[in-house]
């Protein structure tokens, strides 16, 4: 019985994990999939800091009089790992802006569409470049 | 109170699952962001608590609210089919249920990640390096390549930004009148609040020694100051205190102080970021690494996220405002 | 303590450093002339390295001071010096080339970020080669991934934002899964160092969250592999990003994965476990098989012709999985053979690509016409890295296939040498169309270039012609790519 509550915390993350996974590679909204892996991602983060965890240890930072505390080596591994997916997310936004631009639409479908549509045209599409002389002031 | 939270989590990701409204969607990503940063920290983990508040439900909140506004606010009726994915996803979880199996039980003290490595960070950090925290032991000295890579990862993600969506003025930027209008209350407020969130940057960032804090919250934390200064008091005024060419140059500069760190240990006959060639007091030696490096993480988080923040912003007044492709 | 001790460190870092010091200096020379430096530099590094190695067996170096496993350890040896010399010759080359390449096709204020975010995907790619603490690989893998998404959406085709996006997406959904497989590694054994990994984790191979980790990491890494049927991203990838990020990726990034699998299947886990008691034998053999049929099938019918050279890199790595799967020292070694051999073909080719790309304005079939007057030695390399795509022998493609059709059928499986064979008359008719287009379809008079002979500047046909004798002199003189892959197959099926 204590088998199953103590596991239940990690199924209970796993299933968080799962509905972030599921957004990412069933929706079709670009900005959709990204806060489905953002969630994917966070969600694996508690795994991670769950591992850690030690009952009735202290947080770890060292006072005297205490000995038992939570494992350090998993925090450091995820305040990694948040800041990786922060910039995974961020990079990921950006290019959905400039999807945005050049296509006028950011769900997947209809930018397969218009892209089968140039390919059919054969002719490989160019980005405009508007106003390239005034880049040239920095 | 784990199961409360951990139930509230549940229902805000079935809820994002489910909503079509994209706002609504993203507002429930920062719930959903602040309830883990909450579970963290029944957890005991406080620095990544901080960070995941500051980071997760702050800067990526923000930054998908500022696509939002140009990528448009609802999402279409989808209609591919779940069948697959769903599949996917059940092989997935189950391999994970699968692989918890044979897990120890959570909070077991005698669990094998608590072994081994660990025990030597937990009893000998405070002598060898000298300060309290632990995990800022680790991050920093123990593992401090690993955050030299992630300072980094941060680094090329401004580069990315940088290139994706550019930095230039669009020459649309109107100092002084504000993007929410002309609230006297709010300018009155911010500029009480202003200094002492910087202040409260520069604590977080110098005190990470002992309490929760450091490079990366700290950084966050004070771009979240200027941040906060652009939107109330005039799209562009920050651009003209932080131009956009000096940021770039010091982010490079902040992971260039991290790796000078390491490159002066070799210099005097060392391994690659042994602080021992800092000083002949081991501890002290600690200290004085731990701290330049920190430096070095915060100018370039700081450098980073208000990059970030005026290749997004910058790319919304010309869109929103005029209808004129940007340029690139 | 020299320079020589500590190069370990000094080849991630010094490119790694270049990348701001680009961004400080903010000039499209200086950020060539800095870039060119720093990887000559690494080359340079790992060609003494390699001596080393050879010489005296594996490095370790400790950084910050403190022993492994509290600290974290690069760990050099010979696997890792093979892709370090890969990686860092390649990288040399395709930054001398992007000189003028570049100008042509990332607009001007885009250059120094470009060349930054360059060498941030070369020192990534170099530190998951070196590094012997599993979280430290992640975190340079997502470094050199970051990177490579950024790379690719700079191509001038408006598809290559959405080609970076995908795989943006499927890239990091792989790295999170390798992640959560580190994750439970860490949770039954509490270390995250490789060395020490493999001496805790044999007592622990009926542990079901060490046979679950060990799925996710190798799922992940499948992913960054394009391993059919978790290929989709790589196309559109390398069809659409600028020629010189294709180039250079194509050469690269498959290959460190290729590292990665190795890597994990046979230092951390061993060779026993990871190929006999786990299906995955099995597995490779019969993905690796669909990757070479399907793949070169798709090939034949391709227009776009870096499309069509995308195509044959996911039926070559289909090739190298398959010689994984075979679970032999011979299989092993012919895998790494092929990896080296299809890094100098996938180079030379791309990169004549992009001379073609500069010259032309395009990459397509119909843009090929006349190029064998007007681009003589453009038209030489693409023909030779085609004939080395089929194997003919003369050419390190040979090699290649000889090896592995000597492993299947060493292991039994003449099936499988067959569909090798077979995969090899299919990249007859793909390589055979684009030499057509090049060589017999006269000009047309409507043709907007004149026919004069108008080649590629000298920066760009040293790169290509350096991989192009590359390939011939390695399929010639086969003593040193073969020993070595013999050599690293030993040590890593056999022990440490």
């Known amino acids: 019985m204590s088998n199953v509550a103590g596991l239940f915390n990690y ?14 590679i069933s929706q079709g909204n670009l900005v959709k999939k990204i806060i489905g892996l953002s969630l994917f991602q966070a969600s694996a983060f508690i795994l991670y800091i769950s591992i850690g965890h030690v009952s009735g240890g202290e947080v770890p930072i060292y006072v005297e009089g205490s000995n038992l505390y939570s494992n ?24 959905i802006i400039r999807i945005k631009e050049t296509y006028n639409t950011v769900e997947e479908d209809e930018i397969q569409i218009i892209d089968n549509r140039k390919d059919d045209e054969d002719e490989p599409v160019e980005e405009e470049h508007p106003a390239e002389q005034k880049e040239d002031q920095s | 109170m784990d199961i409360a939270l951990l139930a509230m989590l549940c229902v805000t990701a079935i809820a994002a699952i489910r909503i079509r409204d994209l706002f609504a969607v993203t507002m429930l990503f920062g719930i959903y ?58 092989i997935t979880g189950a391999a994970l249920v699968y692989g918890t199996l044979d897990a120890p039980l959570l909070g077991d003290p005698n669990a094998p990640a608590q072994q081994h490595v660990s025990p030597r960070y937990i009893e000998e950090s405070p002598k060898e390096i000298g300060i309290p925290n632990m995990v800022t032991s680790v991050l920093a000295s123990y593992r401090g390549y690993d955050t030299l890579g992630e300072t980094f990862v941060i680094f090329c993600a401004g580069l990315a930004v940088i290139i994706i969506l550019g930095i230039q003025d669009s020459g649309e930027v109107h100092p002084g009148r504000s993007a929410i209008g002309d609230q006297l209350v709010l300018r009155v407020v911010v500029k009480v609040l202003l200094p002492f969130i910087l202040l409260f940057a520069l604590y977080v960032q110098l005190h990470g020694d002992y309490g929760a804090g450091g490079g990366f919250q700290a950084g966050i934390i004070f771009a979240s100051g ?103 | 303590m020299s320079v020589v001790d500590h190069l370990p460190i000094l080849i991630i870092i010094i490119p790694l450093i270049a990348a701001p010091l680009c961004v400080l200096f903010d000039s499209a020379k200086v950020s060539w002339l800095l870039a060119l430096a720093a990887c000559i530099f690494s080359f340079i590094g790992s060609i003494k390295l390699l001596n080393t190695i050879t010489a005296s067996g594996p490095i370790s170096y400790s950084l910050g001071g403190w022993q492994p496993p509290w600290g974290i350890e690069y760990r050099l040896d010979l696997l890792s010096i093979i892709l370090l010399l890969l990686l860092t010759s390649i990288a040399s080359l395709v930054v001398l080339f992007a000189r003028y390449s570049v100008e042509q096709e990332i607009s001007k204020n885009r250059i120094v970020p470009f060349y930054a ?54 890239g990091t959904i792989g790295a999170t899964f390798i992640l959560i497989g580190i994750g439970f590694l860490y949770m039954q054994t509490g270390t995250l160092n490789m060395q020490d990994l493999s001496e805790r984790l044999p007592s622990l191979y009926d542990n079901r969250t060490i046979r679950a980790g060990f799925a996710f990491l190798t799922v992940g890494i499948c ?99 398959l010689s994984i799967g075979l679970a032999s020292k011979l299989g092993i070694a012919s895998a790494i053979i092929h990896l080296f051999n299809h890094a100098l073909m996938k180079g ?16 397509e079939l119909k843009h090929c016409q006349g190029m064998l007057k007007r681009m003589p030695l ?89 991989l192009v004798i590359a390939n011939i002199y390695y399929g010639i003189n086969t003593e040193l790519t073969v020993s070595l892959a013999q050599r690293a197959a030993n040590i890593l099926v056999g022990g440490y």
């Open chain 3, 348 to 363: 030379a080719l791309f990169l004549a690509l992009g001379a073609m790309i500069y010259k032309v304005g395009g990459a």
């Open chain 3, 223 to 321: 992913l960054k592999l394009a391993l059919f049927p978790l290929h989709l991203w790589l196309p559109n990838a390398y069809a659409y990003a600028p020629s010189v990020v294709s180039a250079f990726l194509a050469a690269t990034a498959t290959k460190v994965a290729v590292y990665m699998l190795l890597r994990f299947l046979l230092t951390v886990f061993d060779f026993n476990f990871s190929l006999n008691t786990m299906p995955l034998d099995v597995i490779l053999i019969a993905l690796g098989s669909v990757a070479i049929v399907s793949s070169s099938l798709v090939a034949i019918f391709q227009v776009n012709l870096k499309r069509l050279l995308a195509y044959s890199s996911i039926a070559q790595l289909g090739y190298i999985s």
């Open chain 2, 33 to 90: 962001s602040f309830l883990t940063a909450t579970f963290f920290l029944s957890l005991d983990a406080i620095d990544v608590a901080f960070t995941e508040a500051a980071v997760g439900a702050g800067i990526t909140t923000v930054l998908m609210l500022a696509t939002l506004r140009l990528t448009g606010r609802y999402e279409r009726k989808p209609k591919h089919n779940i069948f697959i994915p769903l599949i996917v996803v059940s």
């Open chain 3, 378 to 466: 453009t038209s030489l390399a693409i023909i030779i890295g085609g004939l080395s795509l089929i194997g003919i022998p003369g050419t390190a493609g040979f090699i290649s296939k000889w090896y592995m059709i000597n492993a299947s059928l060493e292991a039994g499986l003449w099936p499988l040498a067959l569909l090798i064979l077979f995969g090899s008359l299919l990249a007859i008719i793909y390589v055979w169309k684009m030499v057509e287009a090049i060589t017999l379809q006269p000009s047309t008079s409507t043709a907007t270039a004149p026919l004069t002979r108008d080649e590629a500047p000298l920066t760009m046909l040293v790169p290509i012609w350096a």
């Open chain 2, 226 to 328: 200027f941040i906060l200064y652009d939107l109330v008091f005039g799209e562009g005024d920050a651009r003209l205190i932080v131009p956009p060419n000096f940021l770039k140059r010091l982010a490079a500069l902040g992971v260039l102080l991290y790796a000078g760190v390491g490159l002066y240990s070799l210099f005097n006959g060392k391994a690659f970021l042994d602080y021992s060639a800092l000083s002949d007091n081991p501890t002290s030696a600690q200290h004085i690494g731990i701290f330049l490096v920190e430096l070095g993480v915060g100018i370039t988080v700081f450098s980073v996220a208000l990059t970030i923040f005026f290749a997004f912003s910058g790319r919304a007044q010309i869109t929103v405002k005029t209808d004129r492709r940007p340029p690139l």
């Open chain 3, 117 to 170: 975010t360059l060498l941030l995907a070369i020192a990534g790619l170099s530190g998951i080669c070196i590094s012997g603490d599993v979280f430290n690989l992640f975190v340079f893998l997502e470094i050199s991934s970051i990177a490579s998404y950024t790379l690719i959406s700079l191509g001038k085709d408006r598809r290559a934002l959405n080609a970076a996006f995908k795989y943006l997406v499927m």
């Open chain 1, 11 to 24: 199924w209970v993350v796993i299933f968080l994990m799962m509905a972030g996974f599921f957004v990412v």
């Open chain 1, 72 to 95: 350090p080596l998993p925090h450091v591994l995820i305040l990694t790992a948040i800041v990786v997916s922060v910039s995974t997310t961020a990079v990921g936004l950006a290019i």
